[in-house]
């Protein structure tokens, strides 16, 4: 990778992961040419479902298609393996688990906190996005280049980040919620074959009541939060900044320092029509200037599949598959995941997609270079995409999610593209599964 997209990823990289790294058991998948969105094909989202028979119900079960894919730790590339599908017909069908049924007392208890979870549920998600949408804006006050404003920006940012997880508390009831969440967690544990059964029922619900208008083909839907994240008047989106003076800063994995000239490297990229659409396939281009500048906005989106799939269960070591013993815990059943860390992760259901971040309004000035008038610039003329980093700044072709859509000049030097996009999705990792309990095995 070069210079620039090192520096580029590594700052973005800091940003949404507070600056700690990623968070444990988790891992960010970015997308390469991203994935674009555009109001009307995300309409859906401003809805609860189900989704009958309409447009919306067409978009959302593409949508979900996407982001219900079982990926592989790496650079995104949705699967033909499909989450729904894995957790009703694969698990839910064939784990074993112990019959340690719930006394009255404790059902009621189950009930009572997981009415608490019902009822919190929706404040409690958008003050924990409000947090996490503060504390992004933090980091960025934090890695930003240290001039007259810099601490007063700081404290200002801290002040709105102590703000918000105040709202959190209070206003999204966090200590209810999530004291409420680990008892029903707890007892679901314990009630282990009523717990398997709700989530059938759960699933089966769901499924059953959301319906394409094309082949009437049933779906399990997701949710966004916020869901009016592309909305005019919606929430705030953080912004992002860096240019060549910063890029030594994030260089991970270079010692060298550049205060002038540098190649941008595979930065912008095409692609012809009619090729497939896979990274290997873009046409990069290198292009040399002093001077480089990157902006865009940028907001951190949860998708929430809590109507029908919960991995309390299915990441926990109280299952395993018919025929499995103390010597052979795994055996009887596919392995969903070695449990190491990415690069040696292996498995068929090695992480689960939470979260996705999106982005808008681009704009790369490249200095003195005059980039419209470039072989980057009339070769997306002919070309079926082009793009810059991890963006299309330029599609001829319409999806489910978004019409087609060109990028634009303001002057000879700065490419400016609003288009909203997917350029990354944080993943849960999956532990060792099935990993059970040796306790609960025969011999």
């Known amino acids: 990778m070069g210079t620039a997209a090192t520096a580029l990823t590594t700052k973005l990289y800091q940003v949404v992961t507070g600056g700690l790294g990623v968070p444990p058991r988790s891992f960010i998948s970015f997308v390469g040419g991203g994935l674009a969105l555009d109001r009307d094909h995300m309409s859906w989202a401003l809805n609860q479902p189900p989704y009958v028979g309409t447009t ?105 980040v102590s703000a918000a997880l105040t709202a959190w508390q209070t206003r999204g009831h966090k200590a209810a919620f999530e004291h409420s969440n680990a008892i029903v967690q707890h007892y679901s544990e314990m009630g282990f074959l009523t717990a398997i059964q709700r989530l059938k029922d759960d699933y089966d619900g769901v499924v059953n009541e959301n319906i394409t208008s094309t082949a009437a083909r049933n779906f399990t839907p997701v949710q966004l939060f916020p869901k009016n994240f592309l909305a005019a008047g919606g929430p705030v989106w953080n912004h992002f900044h860096i240019e060549d003076s910063e890029f030594s800063k994030f260089q991970s994995n270079s010692s060298r320092s550049y205060s002038s000239g540098f190649d941008v490297d595979f930065l912008f990229w095409t692609l012809a029509s009619g090729s497939s659409s896979s990274w290997e396939s873009k046409n990069f281009l290198q292009i040399s200037t002093s001077t480089l500048k990157v902006d865009f906005d940028f907001i951190r989106v949860r998708i929430d599949r809590s109507s029908w799939f919960d991995s309390f269960l299915l990441t926990s070591n109280t299952w395993w598959w018919n025929g499995a013993t103390k010597t052979r815990p795994d055996f009887g059943g596919p392995l969903l995941s070695n449990g190491l860390r990415p690069r040696n992760t292996q498995g068929q259901w090695q992480m689960i997609p939470t979260e996705m971040i999106v982005t808008r309004d681009l704009r790369v000035d490249v200095g003195t270079f005059d980039l419209q008038h470039s072989a980057f610039a009339s070769g997306s003329q002919s070309s079926s995409s082009s793009g810059f980093w991890f963006w299309s700044t330029s599609n001829s072709s319409s999806s489910s999610s978004s019409s087609s859509f060109n990028h634009k000049f303001d002057s000879n030097s700065v490419l400016v593209a609003p288009q909203p996009q997917i350029v990354a999705f944080i993943c849960q990792l999956m532990p060792k599964e099935p990993n059970p309990d040796p306790r609960l095995l025969e011999a």
């Open 56 to 160: 919306d119900a067409d978009n959302a079960a593409a949508f979900a298609d996407l982001v219900n894919t079982i990926p592989d730790t790496g650079p995104w590339a949705p699967g033909n393996a499909n989450m729904g599908r894995a957790f009703r017909d694969v698990w839910l069908n064939n784990a074993q688990v112990p019959d340690l049924p719930l006394t009255p007392a404790q059902k009621k208890e189950l009930d009572d906190n997981q009415a608490i979870i019902d009822e919190f549920n929706d404040d409690y998600s958008q003050y924990q996005d409000d947090w996490s949408n503060k504390n992004m804006m933090y980091q960025l006050a934090v890695t930003a280049p240290r001039d007259a404003s810099y601490f007063q920006n700081l404290l200002l940012a801290r002040k709105d």
